[in-house]
């Protein structure tokens, strides 16, 4: 439904923008009164240009030829003064260009850098997505509660409440003779349910609309009932890949009315499918096929709807002011990227289009003490009981905020730290407490501020580097991080169950939190500086000394420490509500001296730390542990994606037999109870010989990072890819393989593996390869009975072997923690 001015005032929730067909409008998609409206606001967008005057002037000049406004849409050209960097407050000349079609941005924006040579313009603004810029223009966010006027939003003030959304959920299924689902596959059926999104789970019965009643016929049914339901919101899982493509495709041929918008258009790809390098993986970016008036999200394509479903997913919109169908394409990684790119905009600070700040120069020996990472303790492998985990909140991004951690402040002009002081103060976490504490401090600055640098209190020296941070200006990026833990904060407090709405949300922003400390030194964030990414690290590593130091104080033994979390225990307090509440006290004493919040996070019936596989000494990131009700495992085959069912439920039933023992108040390390871990796998090793398992839980998953041509090595990996290829498909780089091990021929590597789909082919004759399977079995419950004692080779045979050391060992009841 389209807004129309007719003395009226508009009232609702934002719900998304898109840009209009012509190129210089928006569509502001508005929900009021249980009904969706469109508003249409006129709107271009702008690019800048920064260089030396004359060159400006050239640049103007041609860019007022006729062709190049036509061709490139150029529209207003004007010179204006704005800051270009966060460390400078002094504005500078630059050419402002506006356009009258906003999607040829980025043609342009590459044809002025090809004319300066790659080096003599710099510019701004060029891929901040267009809904942000809109938003932020029109200082109004997603989701918030506006006023349209006829002419400008007046935005409402108080806390967001999230419109209760309709969701249709829609499911394909496809018969194709290769076996893989692609546009040539033949539609067998399509399913859809629908629920409010305040709905906490979707109990309502799937409805079928059969592909056999005739595609327009097919089209058609689905059109109305598109139409009968009016959905909001539409959940595909493979939709951007080929779903609504699919569809599109149908409709042009059978039945052109179909409509899945609000308003007239045909389905479109906005963005296509490409290869993504990060951080050594290779991830798949799909095609990105948006709707209009409704928010279509791709389960497939949004690892934060994953994780936060979507009240996490309008949580991640609102912050950074982003589109939510754009936003759901996202990685926590650039969502944190865009909500720095609005704290700048808003600053006044033009975003850069491309990073230019090189690393500071360093010696080697200066790069050496920098480049250190995060503290980790070797472990002891072996375990230990009622040990208690404390974490600290959000430790990185809480140091940034309390630190005052961000490339403007790092050895800046103004201070010098203040070396009388017996104690530095920190920077408030809350963000509303550390914007009143840098207001005072502003106003209290001296008159020489600037000409010299004067010594202040506040102004903080990095631990172990030649670095400070400064104490009068607060930095850019704690301005972005301590909104985001404020906001986690309040929710988790609000959290009542392990999955509830409030849990998801926080849930989301608690990956931008995990993310945004790998940006500040990722080589292409724009507001990124790697002194910061130091600085950083240098103080967790100085804080988690603390902590241990602080532990072993007050007589707690420190069994590991992991960068942000320390396990600690007191033998010597038997009574578990004792050693809980005094664990809470000390958390409080280190919080109160660190300034960021030490959290008790459980105190464990049973942990195992890992020995390493190559050297035997204590694994770095290794362990399960039990406790509160809960079990949590880090480094093992159950925790990895890759990992098949059968594996999987192996640690699994190993995990339980431990429990059970623990409840019954057994000592794990009696070898009766390990000894049942080893009867249990050798009786499922004997199934597996038999070939009892069933095929569909041997599945192994393994992410294809290259295509055919640039494997060197015939790996699994190699004969999946190879084997499809052979059946006339491509697994493409990102994409996962999914593939039974087999008994077959190395002279013929596609013949080691049967692809997930065969399986369903009753014709397929194969044989399991045993060893393979038998192998993986074994280092799985080795990563169980190995914190133990057990070697594979004992595992393997079914008997421990006693060494003399364990045999003069005080007797088992007396000992209830065991090491290597």
Not at 146 to 156: A, N, T
Not at 452 to 460: K, L, R, V
Not at 694 to 704: D, F, G, H
């Amino acid at each position: 439904m389209i807004w129309k001015d007719n003395g009226v005032d508009m009232k609702g929730q934002i719900i998304d923008v898109q840009l209009g067909d012509d190129g210089q409008s928006m569509d502001v998609w508005m929900y009021s009164g249980h009904r969706m409206h469109r508003v249409v606001v006129p709107w271009r967008a702008c690019i800048h240009v920064h260089s030396e005057k004359s060159r400006l002037v050239k640049l103007a000049d041609w860019l007022q030829f006729q062709e190049i406004r036509e061709a490139f849409s150029v529209g207003r050209l004007r010179k204006i003064r704005a800051r270009l960097s966060l460390d400078a407050f002094e504005q500078h000349d630059v050419l402002e260009i506006e356009f009258t079609d906003s999607r040829k941005i980025r043609r342009l924006a590459q044809h002025i850098e090809a004319k300066g040579e790659y080096h003599h313009y710099t510019l701004y603004s060029v891929d901040a997505h267009l809904a942000q810029r809109f938003f932020i223009e029109h200082g109004i966010a997603p989701f918030q509660s506006v006023v349209w006027d006829g002419s400008r939003f007046v935005s409402e003030k108080g806390p967001i409440e999230w419109p209760n959304l309709r969701v249709m959920e829609l499911r394909f299924s496809y018969q194709s003779p290769k076996g893989f689902e692609d546009m040539s596959s033949e539609l067998c059926w399509l399913e859809y349910r629908c629920k409010d999104v305040m709905e906490s789970a979707n109990n309502h019965a799937w409805q079928r609309i059969d592909y056999d009643i005739g595609p327009a016929k097919f089209l058609h049914t689905l059109h109305a009932c598109v139409g009968h339901f009016n959905p909001d919101i539409i959940l595909t899982n493979g939709g951007d890949r080929q779903h609504l493509t699919y569809l599109q495709q149908l409709s042009d041929l059978h039945y052109p009315d179909f409509n899945l918008h609000r308003k007239t258009a045909k389905i479109k790809v906005r963005s296509n499918q490409r290869v993504v390098h990060s951080y050594g993986q290779v991830i798949r970016k799909e095609n990105y096929v948006p709707l209009h008036g409704r928010l279509h999200i791709d389960l497939k394509s949004s690892f934060i709807v994953k994780e936060g479903g979507l009240l996490g997913l309008f949580e991640l919109a609102h912050h950074s002011r982003q589109s939510t169908q754009d936003i759901s394409r996202l990685s926590p990684g650039s969502v944190i990227s865009a909500i720095q790119m609005r704290v700048a905009m808003e600053d006044g600070v033009l975003v850069p289009w491309k990073k230019n700040r090189p690393e500071d120069t360093k010696t080697a020996w200066e790069l050496m003490l920098s480049d250190r990472g995060g503290l980790y303790l070797d472990s002891q492998p072996g375990v230990y009981t009622n040990v208690i985990e404390l974490d600290f909140a959000s430790l990185f991004p809480s140091i940034i905020a309390t630190r005052n951690i961000s490339p403007e402040t790092l050895n800046c002009s103004c201070c010098q730290v203040y070396k009388q002081s017996d104690k530095t103060p920190f920077v408030p976490l809350n963000p509303d407490d550390a914007d009143l504490y840098f207001r005072k401090k502003k106003r209290n600055q001296s008159f020489s501020l600037g000409v010299f640098p004067q010594a202040d209190e506040a102004a903080q020296m990095v631990p172990g580097l030649a670095l400070h941070t400064c104490g009068r200006t607060h930095g850019f990026l704690g301005r972005v991080v301590a909104p985001i833990i404020e906001r986690r904060t309040q929710l988790k407090q609000k959290r009542q169950s392990k999955g509830d709405m409030f849990d998801q949300q926080q849930n989301a922003l608690k990956w931008l939190l995990v993310t945004c400390f790998g940006y500040t030194g990722y080589k292409n964030a724009r507001f990124g500086r790697i002194e910061a990414h130091e600085a950083i690290c240098a103080w967790a590593r100085e804080i988690l000394l603390q902590t241990i130091a602080m532990a072993e104080e007050d007589g707690w033994q420190v069994r590991h420490a992991i960068v942000d979390c320390v396990w600690i225990d007191n033998p010597s307090i038997t009574d578990t509500d004792v050693k809980r509440n005094l664990a809470k006290v000390f958390a409080k004493k280190v919080s109160d001296k660190i300034g960021i919040p030490l959290e008790y996070e459980a105190m464990y019936d049973f942990i195992g730390f890992l020995p390493s596989r190559m050297h035997g000494a204590g694994s770095l990131t290794k362990y399960w542990a039990h406790g509160e009700g809960e079990l949590k495992l880090r480094g093992i085959e159950a925790r990895q994606h890759s990992t098949c069912d059968w594996i999987s439920s192996l640690q699994s039933r190993a995990f339980e037999l431990l429990i059970e023992a623990k409840k019954q108040h057994l000592p794990l390390h009696d070898l009766k109870i390990q000894q049942q871990i080893i009867s249990m796998l050798h009786a499922s090793l004997k199934r597996l010989e038999r070939h009892e398992i069933e095929p569909l839980t041997l599945i192994i998953s393994r992410r294809v990072t290259k295509t055919l041509e640039q494997f060197s090595v015939f790996t699994l990996t190699y004969a999946s890819v190879l084997r499809a290829q052979q059946l006339g498909h491509t697994i493409n780089p990102g994409e996962k393989a999914r593939f039974l091990v087999v008994v077959g021929s190395k002279q013929h590597p596609h013949t080691r593996v049967i692809l997930e789909h065969e399986l369903h082919d009753s014709s397929i004759r194969f044989r399991v390869d045993v060893r393979y399977y038998r192998r993986l079995a074994l280092r799985a419950i080795w990563a169980i009975l190995a914190p133990f004692g057990w070697s594979e080779e004992e595992i393997s045979s079914g008997r421990r072997i006693v060494t003399l050391d364990q045999f003069i060992q005080p007797h088992p009841e007396m000992v209830e923690n065991h090491q290597n």
